[in-house]
């Protein structure tokens, strides 16, 4: 098998996952030319401690179900099997560990880039990464120059991916759900039938 050079690092809680994640995780490893795409499910993000969030088990299920059948997609359980919290940081370095020589690309959000100077070492985790894969809608304004006086170097690693905009949310799915409204094209069949088996978010 050929030697994988460039890894895109697409991180969520994916409680669930929708079709809008698939066509953002398209767009970036096509944009990028990413070899392959690791689907990071979080047990427990630092940044979500006060949200109810599925079992871990059956979000990786539902993970599993939405990427079958994409070789360039996988699963990974980096943030899954060690102990929380989970930092970015250390979910790169970790990776990296793991797959020694590949390059390492982290996709975000433009909100996210926005809120990166607040990230645990930020500095450092930007010097870990090849390249910071942003997401960005059209309506997202990202001040670059500002954020590079704040984290030097910044600018060098951001790589836009020109993202269509998709007004798909999981917290959406969730409360369709909830409140019995239909949301079965929101998923992938497989995804949508698992939900109804394991009665999840009733």
């Not at 790169?92 to 020589?101: D, S």
Request: overall charge negative.
């Amino acid at each position: 098998m050929a030697e994988l050079k460039r890894i895109g690092i697409f991180g969520g809680t994916f409680d669930p996952p929708h079709v809008g994640h698939l066509i953002l995780a398209e767009e970036c490893r096509t944009q990028l030319d990413l070899d392959k795409l690791l689907w990071v499910v979080t047990d427990n993000p630092p940044h979500k401690q006060t949200v109810a969030i599925s079992p871990i088990e059956e979000r990786v299920k539902l993970v599993e179900l939405t990427i079958q059948g994409n070789p360039a997609f996988e699963l990974s359980r980096v943030d899954i099997d060690r102990p929380a919290p989970h930092f970015a940081i250390d979910t790169v370095r970790i990776l990296k560990q793991m797959m020694p020589g590949a390059q390492m690309f982290y996709l975000m959000g433009g909100d996210s880039l926005h809120d990166l100077p607040t990230w645990k070492r930020p500095q450092d985790f930007i010097r870990e990464c090849d390249g910071l894969g942003v997401m960005r809608r059209h309506e997202d304004q990202v001040d670059l120059e500002s954020l590079e006086k704040v984290l030097p170097g910044v600018i060098r690693k951001v790589q836009i991916v020109e993202a269509p905009i998709l007004e798909i949310s999981s917290r959406q799915i969730r409360q369709r759900i909830e409140e019995g409204e239909a949301y079965r094209y929101y998923l992938r069949e497989a995804v949508y039938r698992a939900i109804q088996e394991l009665g999840m978010y009733r």
